[in-house]
Structures are given as structure tokens and as C-alpha cells.
């Protein structure tokens, strides 16, 4: 669809934030700031609709404003919940269904779970055009073609239907562009999100050449890593800071895959003497207490370890590039600092067994201080080595047939019961555990913390209260 640009003045186009889940807080759209702040620098007029923060519905918007483009992101696929599965697609074929009765504007996908089933949604969805990976530069390359009337069928990453309505795909190179764009942050959604208890995101790489059996990560933003500089890390904290942000979330899928990227941050930061105190994913790998006691001065306070198990055996299946030895030398440095941290666990994946899980849950006891995140199975998505062993093409599937009703691997004899079972009966000895989205008197005592301006992400307060409720 080509379509002019029908009134003098500039383009406008609404960007809309379909994501609802709040658990275990709300999350922040940093991936559609980077797209507004693309489009604002290429002179184009944006608003932003955010289901956490709008009280009314983006149709409305639609007829009140009459953007010439409407761009929509969808973040989640479901909740990733073997024990109880929530999709979100929905929420997406729904809304572009709502927009289509109140505008001819073309719709055009992003987000991170439009990377995964590119194909599938664009179709269920029924919208003009989607954009896989990053999307800043891509988005406004769209716009100034579909403006100037130019077919855009090269752009890298670009969906869209070619001749017969068949969806094509444009192959995405290695991307160079990211630390370009300076995300733009509407200071009205920022506060509501803060005030909520969110944690905004702050993005220092993108890219991810290790190699986890289930991560879309690769997919996604592609197995190069590319690095921000420090100074403009500081600098976006800085700008956040101004809007009254206190606590972030570098959401990296991984902070630490080089020292001295993690160095030249945290250097940045200690410069900077900025009053924001951070959260971030590490791999217990490369780990050491000089290394997270500059984390530390840099504002570091909880650490999330995507550690998945305890067992070796397992790590090697799940193509983990760590030991447990190295677990655990991790887990001790982070207490010895007084860091909060946590591992995630996912049980049940390829190649374990009843011993290999009991081995986990033995050695989670033997690290001081922690707190725990328990996953049952793993939910297949393709693209991935998962999906590439179980080769469902071979057995007729297509990729569309994980979409809507999520799927999960489960190493056989395990059931998802047995496992959640299990899990319960360890929660009922160890208070560091959660198991799926918190319990609702947690969910208010959360609520009550952060109306008294307590900051971060807080699981380790639901240790604390359990062990309250229960004495």
C-alpha cells in the first residue's frame, strides 16, 4: 500500500504499546522510545499510546488525531508459564481490527515478539507492514518511502505482502546503527510508570552470540553483539534521572559478555555521579568481586543470574557456557558485597532427569542469601537451537502452530504437575522461591512498599514476608 502524504504540515503517526503484563512489574516500552525518538529527528509529528497508561481506547486517538501511520509493538507472545499460559496475540489481532473501522492509515508491526512470528502475525493481523530487529532506522526509511510514493521492498528486516498476497521477508544484515537514535521519553507515561513500580530500561548492546538452547535473543537482535559507549550510557541515565527515574534496568541479555565494555559503563557512571541505581542480567562466567565491586560503586544493587541450573550435565544441554562451580564463586562474591541476587531456574529441559533436578534444588541451598525464579519446561519458539533438535517441520508443523496456543518442551518422564509439585513442596521450606507471577497479598504488599518511595525490582522482600506470614 502506497500511500501519499495527504495534508501540509508534518507527518503524523501513533505509536502504540499494546503490553498490559505487569508481573512482576510493569515494563517500561524502551523499544518503541528508540522509534519515536528515530521518527522525532526525521521530522515526523508522534504520540504514544501505552495500555498502562491511556484511559482511553487507541481508536478513540485514531479519529481525535488522524495520524497518517499508525505503528503498533507488541512485546510478549504469552507469559512464558508452562503451569498456566497466558497469550497475548489477541490483544494485538484485536486492536489493529478496532483501528481498521476508524482508519485507512497503514499499520505496521514491531517489537520483540513480532521478531519471533514475523510472518504469522502479519497475517492474523491483517496490517500493511512489519519490521523484524531493530527498527529505528527501518521505520523511518518506510515512511519517507511510502510518503514519496517508492516501493520499499529492500529495506533490511521489512515484512510485507508481495505479489498474491504472499508475505515476504526482507533478509536483515548485521546491524551498525544502534547508539544513533537517543530515545525519546514521554515524561507523562515515564512518571505513570514509575509510579507503579517499574524499572526503565537502558540498553548499553544489542546482540547475542551465545548460544542458549531456547533464547530468542539471537533471533531477535541478531548473534553480533555491537556496545554503546560509556559517556552515552551516562548520558541517557542522566536524562532519565531528570525525569525523576531513581532505579533502572539495563536490560542487555547479557551486561557482562566483555570486561571491559562492563568497565568502560561503570567507569562512565562513577564520573557522572548520577543518583540512579541499577539492575542487570549476568552470566556467572568471567565473575569477580573487583569486577562487581565497581559494578557496585557504579550503582549496581540486584543481580539477576540467568543460571537455568546447578547441575553440569544440565548446563551442557541447555548450551550454557559456565559451570556450576562458576555459579556458585558468582553467588558468593555477590553476597560477600551485600548485592541482592537471584538465579532463574528452568526445570525440565533438555537432558534433565529426577537426580539432576534434585541436584539443583540441593545446591540452591548451599548459596547464601539468594533468591530463586522457578520455570517449568521451555516454551519452544523457532529460530532457536530448541527448535532446530526438534525440527517440528519434520513432523508437518509450521511455525504458526506454536504461536497461539504456546508450546513447551518437557524432558520426558516429567509432567508439568509433577514439576509445579515439587516446586511447592521446596517453597514450603525455602521462602526464596517464586514459582510463576506472585500471589495477590504479595502483589499489594509490593504496592504499599512502593507508595512509600521504595525502589527496584523488591523479590527480595517476598522472602521477608513469607517468612513473616509464616512464623
Same mark, same amino acid.
Given at each position: 500500500?502506497?500511500?501519499?502524504?495527504?495534508? +501540509?504540515?508534518?507527518?503524523?503517526?501513533?505509536?502504540?504499546?499494546?503490553?498490559?503484563?505487569?508481573?512482576?512489574?510493569?515494563?517500561?516500552?524502551?523499544?518503541?522510545?528508540?522509534?519515536?525518538?528515530?521518527?522525532?529527528?526525521?521530522?515526523?509529528?508522534?504520540?504514544?499510546?501505552?495500555?498502562?497508561?491511556?484511559?482511553?481506547?487507541?481508536?478513540?486517538?485514531?479519529?481525535?488525531?488522524?495520524?497518517?501511520?499508525?505503528?503498533?509493538?507488541?512485546?510478549?507472545?504469552?507469559?512464558?508459564?508452562?503451569?498456566?499460559?497466558?497469550?497475548?496475540?489477541?490483544?494485538?489481532?484485536?486492536?489493529?481490527?478496532?483501528?481498521?473501522?476508524?482508519?485507512?492509515?497503514?499499520?505496521?508491526?514491531? *517489537?520483540?515478539?513480532?521478531?519471533?512470528?514475523?510472518? &504469522?502475525?502479519?497475517?492474523?493481523?491483517?496490517?500493511?507492514?512489519?519490521?523484524?530487529? &531493530?527498527?529505528?532506522?527501518?521505520?523511518?526509511?518506510?515512511?519517507?518511502?511510502?510518503?514519496?510514493?517508492?516501493?520499499?521492498?529492500?529495506?533490511?528486516?521489512?515484512?510485507?505482502?508481495?505479489?498474491?498476497?504472499?508475505?515476504?521477508?526482507?533478509?536483515?544484515?548485521?546491524?551498525?546503527?544502534?547508539?544513533?537514535?537517543?530515545? !525519546?521519553?514521554?515524561?507523562?507515561?515515564?512518571?505513570?510508570?514509575?509510579?507503579?513500580?517499574?524499572?526503565?530500561?537502558?540498553?548499553?548492546?544489542?546482540?547475542?552470540?551465545?548460544?542458549?538452547?531456547?533464547?530468542?535473543?539471537?533471533?531477535?537482535?541478531?548473534?553480533?553483539?555491537?556496545?554503546?559507549?560509556?559517556?552515552?550510557?551516562?548520558?541517557?541515565?542522566?536524562?532519565?534521572?531528570?525525569?525523576?527515574?531513581?532505579?533502572?534496568?539495563?536490560?542487555?541479555?547479557?551486561?557482562?559478555?566483555?570486561?571491559?565494555?562492563?568497565?568502560?559503563?561503570?567507569?562512565?557512571?562513577?564520573? !557522572?555521579?548520577?543518583?540512579?541505581?541499577?539492575?542487570?542480567?549476568?552470566?556467572?562466567?568471567?565473575?569477580?568481586?573487583?569486577?562487581? !565491586?565497581?559494578?557496585?560503586?557504579?550503582?549496581?544493587?540486584?543481580?539477576?543470574? *540467568?543460571?537455568?541450573?546447578?547441575?553440569?550435565?544440565?548446563?551442557?544441554?541447555?548450551?550454557?557456557?559456565?559451570?556450576?562451580?562458576?555459579?556458585?564463586?558468582?553467588?558468593?562474591?555477590?553476597?560477600?558485597?551485600?548485592?541482592?541476587?537471584?538465579?532463574?531456574?528452568?526445570?525440565?529441559?533438555?537432558?534433565?532427569?529426577?537426580?539432576?533436578?534434585?541436584?539443583?534444588?540441593?545446591?540452591?541451598?548451599?548459596?547464601?542469601?539468594?533468591?530463586?525464579?522457578?520455570?517449568?519446561?521451555?516454551?519452544?519458539?523457532?529460530?532457536?537451537?530448541?527448535?532446530?533438535?526438534?525440527? +517440528?517441520?519434520?513432523?508437518?508443523? !509450521?511455525?504458526?502452530?506454536?504461536?497461539?496456543?504456546?508450546?513447551?518442551?518437557?524432558?520426558? +518422564?516429567?509432567?508439568?504437575?509433577?514439576?509445579?509439585?515439587?516446586?511447592? &513442596?521446596?517453597?514450603?521450606?525455602?521462602?526464596?522461591?517464586?514459582? *510463576?507471577?506472585?500471589?495477590?497479598?504479595?502483589?499489594?504488599?509490593?504496592?504499599?512498599?512502593?507508595?512509600?518511595?521504595?525502589?527496584?525490582?523488591?523479590?527480595?522482600?517476598? &522472602?521477608?514476608?513469607?517468612?513473616?506470614?509464616?512464623?
Amino acid at each position: 500500500m502506497l500511500v501519499p502524504h495527504p495534508t +501540509p504540515g508534518p507527518t503524523k503517526v501513533l505509536l502504540v504499546n499494546l503490553n498490559r503484563y505487569d508481573q512482576p512489574y510493569p515494563v517500561y516500552p524502551i523499544g518503541l522510545a528508540y522509534i519515536d525518538g528515530a521518527l522525532r529527528a526525521a521530522g515526523y509529528a508522534t504520540r504514544i499510546w501505552d495500555a498502562g497508561a491511556a484511559t482511553t481506547p487507541p481508536e478513540d486517538w485514531v479519529r481525535d488525531w488522524r495520524p497518517d501511520f499508525v505503528g503498533l509493538s507488541l512485546r510478549n507472545i504469552d507469559n512464558v508459564q508452562c503451569h498456566n499460559p497466558r497469550s497475548f496475540v489477541r490483544e494485538l489481532t484485536d486492536c489493529c481490527a478496532r483501528l481498521r473501522t476508524r482508519t485507512a492509515a497503514p499499520l505496521i508491526l514491531g *517489537g520483540s515478539a513480532f521478531s519471533v512470528f514475523p510472518r &504469522e502475525l502479519l497475517l492474523l493481523s491483517g496490517a500493511d507492514y512489519g519490521i523484524c530487529g &531493530e527498527g529505528e532506522c527501518v521505520m523511518v526509511a518506510l515512511l519517507d518511502a511510502l510518503r514519496a510514493g517508492r516501493p520499499p521492498a529492500d529495506l533490511p528486516g521489512l515484512v510485507f505482502r508481495g505479489p498474491g498476497g504472499v508475505v515476504r521477508e526482507v533478509p536483515r544484515p548485521p546491524s551498525t546503527n544502534f547508539g544513533r537514535t537517543i530515545p !525519546a521519553h514521554d515524561p507523562e507515561i515515564m512518571a505513570s510508570y514509575v509510579a507503579r513500580g517499574a524499572l526503565p530500561g537502558v540498553q548499553t548492546q544489542r546482540g547475542c552470540p551465545l548460544d542458549c538452547c531456547y533464547c530468542t535473543y539471537p533471533v531477535i537482535e541478531g548473534g553480533c553483539s555491537r556496545f554503546r559507549g560509556g559517556d552515552e550510557v551516562a548520558a541517557e541515565m542522566g536524562r532519565l534521572a531528570g525525569l525523576g527515574v531513581r532505579y533502572v534496568f539495563i536490560v542487555d541479555s547479557v551486561f557482562n559478555l566483555q570486561t571491559d565494555h562492563v568497565v568502560d559503563v561503570c567507569e562512565a557512571l562513577i564520573r !557522572a555521579k548520577i543518583d540512579i541505581r541499577w539492575e542487570c542480567f549476568l552470566r556467572p562466567r568471567g565473575i569477580t568481586r573487583e569486577l562487581l !565491586a565497581l559494578m557496585k560503586q557504579a550503582g549496581l544493587r540486584h543481580v539477576e543470574f *540467568g543460571s537455568d541450573s546447578l547441575s553440569d550435565t544440565v548446563l551442557r544441554c541447555y548450551g550454557k557456557s559456565f559451570t556450576h562451580e562458576e555459579i556458585m564463586r558468582a553467588s558468593h562474591e555477590a553476597h560477600a558485597l551485600g548485592l541482592n541476587y537471584s538465579h532463574f531456574i528452568v526445570f525440565g529441559g533438555p537432558g534433565e532427569t529426577s537426580s539432576t533436578m534434585e541436584e539443583t534444588l540441593a545446591r540452591t541451598r548451599q548459596l547464601p542469601g539468594a533468591f530463586f525464579f522457578g520455570t517449568i519446561g521451555m516454551r519452544i519458539y523457532p529460530g532457536t537451537p530448541l527448535w532446530r533438535r526438534l525440527a +517440528p517441520e519434520g513432523r508437518g508443523e !509450521a511455525p504458526g502452530d506454536y504461536l497461539l496456543e504456546p508450546r513447551f518442551f518437557l524432558e520426558p +518422564p516429567f509432567t508439568v504437575e509433577g514439576i509445579f509439585a515439587r516446586l511447592q &513442596e521446596e517453597q514450603r521450606i525455602a521462602p526464596n522461591w517464586a514459582v *510463576g507471577d506472585p500471589p495477590p497479598i504479595f502483589v499489594k504488599a509490593m504496592e504499599k512498599l512502593r507508595r512509600r518511595g521504595i525502589r527496584g525490582p523488591m523479590w527480595e522482600y517476598i &522472602e521477608l514476608l513469607r517468612r513473616l506470614s509464616s512464623s
